[in-house]
């Protein structure tokens, strides 16, 4: 599967569970609890997933710099929000609002990630590193959501990765490093 539909099919599910969370009734404390863990454990896999296989494959080429670190930042505001949502839940305070602008926020970016940053990456990649970077998606998602998945797993990463892009990820860290 290419990375675009592995990503679009993550972003289906999300927005579900968006629209789940805002239509519940206010009172109803279990699901409510429920669902915004369901959330949790969707959408940062997702994101971390899709900034080590996507992201950062496209900061690596200069032409997809500015869509990557653009997509960073709205990773950065949604998961602030969803930390607010978490507190917010728990003590039954004003809960909805957030919730609102978490899936207000998602559905924004969902829609600039699969228009404008799929765009650039189908000119920035082949079909066949697409596919590569789909399969490298799947199989690091489930160790980020058991939370493993720390700095020694960004060698798996790489030896997943389409060749011509670890070279580039490679040498930018050696840079780093020295
Ligand atoms: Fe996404
Ligand atoms: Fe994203």
Redesign the pocket.
Known sequence: MQIYNA?AKD?EKLKELLNELVSLDEKDNESRHDLVQEIRDELVP??RA??SIL?NSMRALEEGQSEAMH?YT??ME?EALLRTLQVAEKIDMGWKQTATKLKDALEH??EE?ESE?FATARELFTNEEAEMMGDAFERIKPQIRDESFVKTSMEMVLNLMPPRLVNKLRGKSDTKAA
């Open positions: 990503l972003h997702h994101s899709e900034e992201y997509g709205e990773h949604a970016h969902i990630e940053i």
